[in-house]
T-cell receptor, first 114, second 113 residues
Framework: QKEVEQNSGPLSVPEGAIASLNCTYSDRVSQSFFWYRQYSGKSPELIMS????GDKEDGRFTAQLNKASQYVSLLIRDSQPSDSATYLCAVKMGFSGGYNKLIFGAGTRLAVHP | DAEITQSPRHKITETGRQVTLACHQTWNHNNMFWYRQDLGHGLRLIHYSYGVQDTNKGEVSDGYSVSRSNTEDLPLTLESAASSQTSVYFC????????????FGPGTRLLVL
């Protein structure tokens, strides 16, 4: 089982709709969760972080976390064609030796069509 | 402006050759990371460093090495390039506190023939 799983997509939504991106993770003790956006041919950029159960809103983006279900999601309201990108879910996990690492999912490709 | 750069941006090499990819950041970040990105696998951690003279292996470190002699640079060396190392390589850095907030370089596309 992969440590961080995402549906690869593509997820196709019409302009103005809500895009819902989902991510599940395997480590029950994980405490920190992140969403990165990656445009085609570009590097990932951090768009959201969430640490507590519930919702966190930032503009058109809302991150949702449910630690009991080991589930984190990203909602994009009023989707725009410029939101078309691959969205990477990342989870901070602890490993032996006291080091923490950021484990990335394979990403979900979002396509917003006019 | 502070930034993180990678060079070269594109590289074609032959199997068996040694290749070094450069990563340079001007944020004075303690933490630096190397990832590779392949279709279907997402970003996988190769090596990372939490400071000068500190280096650690990630999940896919075989065939790669790094050294950290100063804060700004973390070069990645492929000791003997293999076709399986054809990939896009990203360097990232983050501050000592809040290391999870990683800033990525533009990437290097490496093709091993």
């Amino acid at each position: 089982q992969k440590e961080v799983e995402q549906n690869s997509g593509p997820l196709s939504v019409p302009e103005g709709a809500i895009a819902s991106l989902n991510c599940t993770y395997s480590d029950r003790v994980s405490q920190s969760f992140f969403w990165y956006r990656q445009y085609s041919g570009k590097s990932p950029e951090l768009i959201m972080s969430i640490y507590s159960n519930g919702d966190k809103e930032d503009g058109r983006f809302t991150a949702q976390l449910n630690k009991a279900s080991q589930y984190v999601s990203l909602l994009i309201r009023d989707s725009q064609p410029s939101d078309s990108a691959t969205y990477l879910c990342a989870v901070k996990m602890g490993f032996s030796g006291g080091y923490n690492k950021l484990i990335f999912g394979a990403g979900t490709r979002l396509a917003v069509h006019p | 402006d502070a930034e993180i750069t990678q060079s070269p941006r594109h590289k074609i090499t032959e199997t068996g050759r040694q290749v070094t990819l450069a990563c340079h950041q001007t944020w004075n970040h303690n933490n630096m990371f190397w990832y590779r990105q392949d279709l279907g696998h997402g970003l996988r951690l190769i090596h990372y460093s939490y400071g000068v003279q500190d280096t650690n292996k990630g999940e896919v470190s075989d065939g790669y090495s790094v050294s950290r002699s100063n804060t700004e640079d973390l070069p990645l060396t492929l000791e003997s390039a293999a076709s399986s190392q054809t990939s896009v390589y990203f360097c990232a850095s983050s501050p000592k506190s809040g290391w999870e907030t990683q800033y990525f370089g533009p990437g290097t596309r490496l093709l091993v023939l």
